[in-house]
C-alpha cells in the first residue's frame, strides 16, 4: 500500500523528522532494558548507528518498484527464458527482527516487454529490505514483477538461512529455507518449470 501511498524517502527532511529523533530513544530506552550502560564509552553513539542500520535494512518501505524500473523496461519480442540466479539478499524476520539471507532466482518468459538485468537485484531489494516472512517476500516479488513486465510466465525461488533459527530456538545451523512462487507458464506447464528449477540447480 505503502508503495503507492506518499513516499518518503531517507534524507527527506520529514523522514528524519518522524524517525531520527525517536528512534535514538527507543533504541536507547531498549539498551538500558537489556540491563546495559548506555552512557559507556561503547555504546554512546550505538543508538544513533543502530538507527541509521535500522533505517537502511528497512528501506523498502521508502522504495517504489515503479521508481526502480522507471527507465529498465524495454519494448521487445522474445520468447525465450530469462533466467537471472544468485541474487544475494538481506532481509529480518518479521518475528524476532533477526535477519534472514540467501540467494533469489528469477526466471520470465516475456511478453512484450524485457527489463534491464540489474533491476532484478533492486526488485528483490525493494522487498527483503523490510520485516519480512521468507514466503511473503517471495511472493512479493513474483506479484510486482509480474504486474511491471506483464510476461507469458514468471518463477521466483529464494533459499535463505534464518539467523533467529541459528543463534536461537531450534539452534539449526545447517537448514535453509526454499520458498517458490510460480505464475504464467512456470505454473501451468511442468516442462517450463522443470526448465528452470534445472537452470538453478
Ligand atoms: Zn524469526
Excluded: W
Amino acid at each position: 500500500m505503502r508503495d503507492h501511498a506518499h513516499l518518503v524517502h531517507p534524507g527527506d527532511p520529514e523522514f528524519d523528522e518522524v524517525g531520527e529523533v525517536e528512534l535514538t530513544h527507543l533504541i536507547s530506552d531498549l539498551i538500558t532494558g537489556l540491563g546495559e550502560d548506555v552512557d559507556r564509552e561503547g555504546l554512546v553513539k550505538t543508538p544513533h548507528r543502530v538507527e541509521r542500520s535500522l533505517k537502511f535494512l528497512t528501506s523498502g518501505y521508502t522504495t517504489s518498484v515503479d521508481e526502480v524500473l522507471n527507465g529498465a523496461l524495454f519494448a521487445a519480442e522474445g520468447s525465450e527464458m530469462v533466467v537471472v540466479k544468485g541474487i544475494e539478499f538481506y532481509s529480518l524476520c518479521e518475528h524476532h527482527m533477526l535477519p534472514f539471507f540467501g540467494t533469489a532466482h528469477i526466471a520470465y518468459i516475456p511478453g512484450d516487454t524485457i527489463l534491464g538485468l540489474s533491476k532484478f537485484a533492486r526488485v528483490v531489494d525493494v522487498f527483503a529490505r523490510r520485516m519480512q516472512v521468507q514466503e511473503r517476500m517471495t511472493s512479493q516479488i513474483a506479484d510486482a514483477l509480474e504486474r511491471s513486465l506483464k510476461p507469458r510466465g514468471i518463477a521466483v525461488v529464494t533459499e535463505a538461512s534464518h539467523l533467529c533459527m541459528m543463534m536461537r530456538g531450534v539452534e539449526k545451523q545447517g537448514s535453509s529455507t526454499r520458498t517458490s512462487a510460480m505464475r504464467g507458464a512456470f505454473k501451468d506447464d511442468a516442462r517450463t518449470r522443470q526448465e528452470f528449477l534445472e537452470a538453478i540447480r
